[in-house]
């Protein structure tokens, strides 16, 4: 018995005869062919062709409903704790101050960068506003710091941060992915490769910031123990740390967190600390299998929120 043409496979020797020219024996023949090699890509394309219009009747029904994410249907998880969003929104708030009264000092000929020092007090006031937020920025450090060590759910959370090879094996996949070599997505735990990187970034940053900061603050004491090379150097790596750390930001996390059309305009779970369930399972499935397989909850997991009654 002979296998049937598969839908595909009849679509390709169609297309090979309309288009091509080939005649009907020779496209059916090129199609079994070619069938094979196009199938996974095909796949792909369909994937993405869906995504597009699940985005789009996401945008719509949210254009109709006032709260889409309780009206999508599935559970919420409590994926932040209060203490992480306050951490987070601190430094979020001081590094938006340090950005608006130290770029300006960086590109302090054009016309814009008087404007900003103006709003912020001028050149007098803009560099206490300056320290201020740096005082912030290091004491959110340090509060980071003590949440590592001092509580649970810290040091479960930085333990999921930490790399591992499976996070290389992840960004490939992922490469392949959108190469459209592979239909299947990396799948996550709690958090991605993109996430620790975010994270890790932070830590370098705040250790090169605060750390040069800290040598501008109280050049005149430092000079009288280091040589003037070591305030100058200081100096260009707060400069240039400033202006990558701002791009980072504007560039990396703002479209992972805001620009992404999937949460365009932005990503509430900052605020809220809860993520839909429907965005666990695309974004965290291999969390939300765990979560869901009744095993016991780790102290970094995520809980469905009718569990807690509400926030934490
Ligand atoms: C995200 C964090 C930060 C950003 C984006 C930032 C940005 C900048 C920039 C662009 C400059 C001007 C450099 C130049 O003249 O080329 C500057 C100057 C300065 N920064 Fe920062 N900074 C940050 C954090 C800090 C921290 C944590 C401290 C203190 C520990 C600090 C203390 C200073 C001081 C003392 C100056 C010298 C200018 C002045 O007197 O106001 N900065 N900052």
């Known amino acids: 018995m002979t296998d049937q043409p598969s839908h595909l496979e009849k679509a390709i020797a169609e297309q090979l005869h309309s288009a091509h020219g ?70 979020a708030v001081s590094v938006i101050f340090l950005i608006l ?50 509580t649970r759910e810290g040091r479960a959370h930085f333990m999921l941060l930490l790399p591992r090879p499976q996070d290389a094996r992840d960004a490939w996949q992922q490469i392949n992915y959108f190469l459209g070599r592979t239909d299947q997505r990396p799948r996550f735990d709690k958090f991605s490769y993109v996430e620790k990187f975010d994270y890790w970034a932070v830590y370098w940053g705040m250790v090169i910031m605060i750390g040069s900061g800290t040598v501008l603050w109280f050049t005149n004491q430092f000079l009288k123990v280091f040589p003037k090379w070591f305030t100058d150097i200081a100096k260009e790596a707060h400069s240039d740390e400033a202006l990558l750390a701002t791009l980072a930001i504007v560039i990396w996390h703002f479209y992972n967190v805001h620009f992404n059309p999937h949460k365009f305009p932005m990503n509430p779970t900052f605020i809220t600390g809860r993520i839909s369930e429907q965005e666990m399972i695309e974004e965290h499935p291999l969390e939300w299998e765990r979560i869901t397989s009744g095993a016991p909850l780790g102290p970094a997991d995520s809980r469905p929120v009718e569990e807690k009654g509400g926030q934490r």
């Open 22 to 91: 080939l005649d009907l024996e020779a496209a059916a023949r090129r199609a079994a062919d070619m069938q094979h090699r196009l199938a996974p890509r095909f796949a792909t394309w369909v994937r993405r062709e869906l995504t597009i219009l699940e985005s789009r009747d996401r945008k719509r029904s949210r254009a109709q409903a006032p709260r889409p994410r309780a009206a999508a249907g599935g559970r919420e998880f409590q994926r932040f704790s209060l203490n992480v969003r306050l951490q987070h929104a601190v430094m």
């Open 101 to 150: 009264t130290g770029l300006p000092l960086k590109f302090s000929d054009l016309a814009i960068s008087k404007g900003v020092i103006n709003f912020f007090g001028g050149p007098d006031v803009s560099p206490i506003v300056h320290r201020v937020a740096a005082s912030f920025l290091i004491f959110v450090g340090l509060w980071h710091l003590a949440y590592i060590a001092l």
